[in-house]
């Protein structure tokens, strides 16, 4: 399938609806428009958020049982259609089919083992004249608003931990990969009572009638982080409950006794997994002034045994930038990197051709307060950086607004955990990177983020904490 000749739907209510007017979806591998989908207007959001709102007593009212046997029910159906879901994913997304597959197939084992999971009911007193106990009740209707560099895996994320958790859900992917949630909407759309999972589509303001609506109760958000600040100015006006997940800009440090030849390979990954359009890419690489050199002869002959191609093609490991949004700015990064006279040692030449492709790009060792280190880029444009104290390196990994994850790299597991400790950030991963656990929480400290995704905690901000106290006498 290189073209897709099928309508899309928005779900609402469990019916498939259309509209008048309609959105082009562009294959980013060769600037085709691949499909049109629907835009909803701010009818068509208060018709789902009703019927949401309708839906949730009756839902919420079920044991927690019974809407885990539906979100597993939710998960078996995606996977019984993920071929055919990983090649729609690959033509909206741009990335490899099988690392396409790799998503759909992982989202489903996170949606069956957080549906697995039971907030506590906790005694927090049990006196002979007095009892207290604490639990949690769902919020209502849930906003969830998703990005288009994991449009599969965050989406399922949101919508598992809000059902789970009694909630309805008014589902918005990006407009620029929509295709693949609309289809799982159209698989999915008898497992769940009507009005209790709506998937809608629309254009960037869509997203803000979300977080402005009055019977939204709950807005989980991943994106940018400019988006994220709009997104809890708006979600203010009726105090909803908000999670972000924003931007990053992680660091790796590789300590002195790291093994340049061990290690190259899977920072290589860490930073240009997606073709580096990851929350937690590594963006800033710093590496021991000891190993600095042989470490980025290794970087630099590694990247250049990596295909980057269609993601279409079974050869390519990596697929182009998603949209030309995001391609402008990058090779517009590049571009001030080479005028401020910074060394580029690999890549940063454009090759005139269709499609949103840009080569791997290595800058060695730009000065810390350039736009390369500073900026989160969301593309393949690395900077490595060289360090000679462990002191200064933690404080050059800190300075910056960001807080999302980071890694440290080397053989003595004590420095790297002291290391690991002072970084401000959500995750720290020794010796891997960006490997994610249902049982983990996951989210950004400073501008990274608000709250957590994942784990207990996560399903947790789906609910207000109720208190009930009795004075039995
Ligand atoms: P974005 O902020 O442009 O868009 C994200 C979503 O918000 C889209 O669905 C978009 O339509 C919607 N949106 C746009 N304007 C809005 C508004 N005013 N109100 C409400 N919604 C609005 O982000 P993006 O370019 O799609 O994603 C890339 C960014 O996401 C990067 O910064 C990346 O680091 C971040 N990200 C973070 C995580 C995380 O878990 N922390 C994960 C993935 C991506």
């Given at each position: 399938m290189s073209t897709i000749t099928k309508k899309f739907s928005m779900t609402i209510n469990g019916n498939l609806i259309s509209t008048e007017d309609e959105v082009p979806v562009i294959n980013p591998a060769n600037e085709k428009i691949i499909a049109q989908v629907p835009i909803a207007t701010k009818v068509d959001l208060d018709h789902a958020v009703n019927f949401a709102k309708n839906a949730f007593r009756k839902w919420s009212m079920l044991s927690v049982n019974e809407r885990e046997s539906m979100l597993v029910a939710f998960a078996d159906a995606i996977y019984q259609h993920r071929e055919e879901l990983a090649e729609l994913f690959?033509?909206?997304?741009?990335?490899?089919?099988k690392l396409a597959l790799l998503e759909i197939e992982g989202a489903v084992e996170t949606c069956k083992a957080l549906s697995k999971k039971r907030l506590p009911r906790i005694i927090v007193e049990?006196?002979?004249?007095?009892?207290?106990?604490?639990?949690?009740?769902?919020?209502?209707?849930?906003?969830l608003i998703i990005p288009w560099n994991f449009p599969v895996s965050l989406a399922i994320r949101k919508i598992t931990s809000a059902l789970i958790a009694g909630n309805t859900v008014v589902a918005k992917p990006s407009p620029y990969t929509p295709l693949t949630l609309l289809r799982i909407g159209e698989i999915t759309k008898d497992i769940f009572p009507s009005g209790v999972l709506n998937i809608i589509t629309g254009e960037n303001e869509l997203g803000?009638?979300?977080?402005?609506?009055?019977?939204?109760?709950?807005?989980?958000?991943?994106?940018?982080t400019a988006t994220g600040k709009k997104v809890m100015q708006s979600a203010s006006l009726h105090l909803k409950r908000v999670t972000l997940e924003l931007g990053g800009n992680d660091a790796a440090i590789v300590m002195e006794d790291a093994n340049p030849k061990e290690i190259v390979k899977p920072i290589f990954w860490a930073a240009f997994r997606n073709t580096a359009q990851v929350c937690v890419a590594t963006k800033r690489l710093y590496v021991h002034e000891k190993?600095?050199?042989?470490?980025?002869?290794?970087?630099?002959?590694?990247?250049?045994?990596?295909?980057?191609?269609?993601?279409?093609?079974?050869?390519?490991?990596?697929?182009?930038?998603?949209?030309?949004?995001?391609?402008?700015?990058?090779?517009?990064?590049?571009?001030?990197?080479?005028?401020?006279?910074?060394?580029?040692?690999?890549?940063?030449?454009?090759?005139?051709?269709?499609?949103?492709?840009?080569?791997?790009?290595?800058?060695?060792?730009?000065?810390?307060?350039?736009?390369?280190?500073?900026?989160?880029?969301?593309?393949?444009?690395?900077?490595?950086l060289k360090y000679s104290d462990?002191?200064?390196?933690?404080?050059?990994?800190?300075?910056?607004?960001?807080?999302?994850?980071?890694?440290?790299?080397?053989?003595?597991?004590?420095?790297?955990?002291?290391?690991?400790?002072?970084?401000?950030?959500?995750?720290?991963?020794?010796?891997?990177?960006?490997?994610?656990?249902?049982?983990?929480?996951?989210g950004g400290h400073k501008e990274s983020g608000i709250g957590v995704e994942s784990s207990l905690d996560g399903i947790q901000e789906f609910t207000n904490s109720k208190t009930i106290m009795i004075k039995k006498k």
């Amino acid at each position: 399938m290189s073209t897709i000749t099928k309508k899309f739907s928005m779900t609402i209510n469990g019916n498939l609806i259309s509209t008048e007017d309609e959105v082009p979806v562009i294959n980013p591998a060769n600037e085709k428009i691949i499909a049109q989908v629907p835009i909803a207007t701010k009818v068509d959001l208060d018709h789902a958020v009703n019927f949401a709102k309708n839906a949730f007593r009756k839902w919420s009212m079920l044991s927690v049982n019974e809407r885990e046997s539906m979100l597993v029910a939710f998960a078996d159906a995606i996977y019984q259609h993920r071929e055919e879901l990983a090649e729609l994913f690959t033509l909206e997304m741009g990335r490899p089919i099988k690392l396409a597959l790799l998503e759909i197939e992982g989202a489903v084992e996170t949606c069956k083992a957080l549906s697995k999971k039971r907030l506590p009911r906790i005694i927090v007193e049990e006196k002979e004249n007095h009892y207290i106990e604490r639990y949690h009740t769902p919020l209502g209707v849930a906003g969830l608003i998703i990005p288009w560099n994991f449009p599969v895996s965050l989406a399922i994320r949101k919508i598992t931990s809000a059902l789970i958790a009694g909630n309805t859900v008014v589902a918005k992917p990006s407009p620029y990969t929509p295709l693949t949630l609309l289809r799982i909407g159209e698989i999915t759309k008898d497992i769940f009572p009507s009005g209790v999972l709506n998937i809608i589509t629309g254009e960037n303001e869509l997203g803000q009638w979300i977080t402005e609506h009055p019977d939204i109760n709950k807005i989980s958000f991943t994106g940018s982080t400019a988006t994220g600040k709009k997104v809890m100015q708006s979600a203010s006006l009726h105090l909803k409950r908000v999670t972000l997940e924003l931007g990053g800009n992680d660091a790796a440090i590789v300590m002195e006794d790291a093994n340049p030849k061990e290690i190259v390979k899977p920072i290589f990954w860490a930073a240009f997994r997606n073709t580096a359009q990851v929350c937690v890419a590594t963006k800033r690489l710093y590496v021991h002034e000891k190993i600095y050199d042989e470490f980025l002869k290794e970087l630099v002959e590694f990247s250049k045994t990596v295909t980057i191609g269609d993601g279409l093609n079974p050869e390519s490991d990596l697929g182009p930038i998603q949209n030309k949004m995001q391609f402008d700015k990058v090779i517009e990064l590049i571009e001030a990197t080479k005028k401020s006279g910074e060394k580029i040692v690999l890549g940063g030449e454009i090759e005139d051709k269709p499609g949103y492709f840009i080569p791997i790009t290595i800058v060695d060792n730009p000065p810390e307060n350039s736009r390369v280190v500073v900026e989160e880029a969301f593309g393949p444009v690395l900077p490595v950086l060289k360090y000679s104290d462990y002191e200064d390196v933690i404080a050059r990994a800190n300075n910056t607004n960001y807080g999302l994850g980071g890694s440290v790299w080397g053989k003595d597991l004590e420095l790297a955990k002291s290391i690991a400790d002072r970084l401000d950030t959500g995750t720290v991963w020794i010796n891997e990177a960006q490997v994610l656990s249902p049982d983990a929480p996951f989210g950004g400290h400073k501008e990274s983020g608000i709250g957590v995704e994942s784990s207990l905690d996560g399903i947790q901000e789906f609910t207000n904490s109720k208190t009930i106290m009795i004075k039995k006498k």
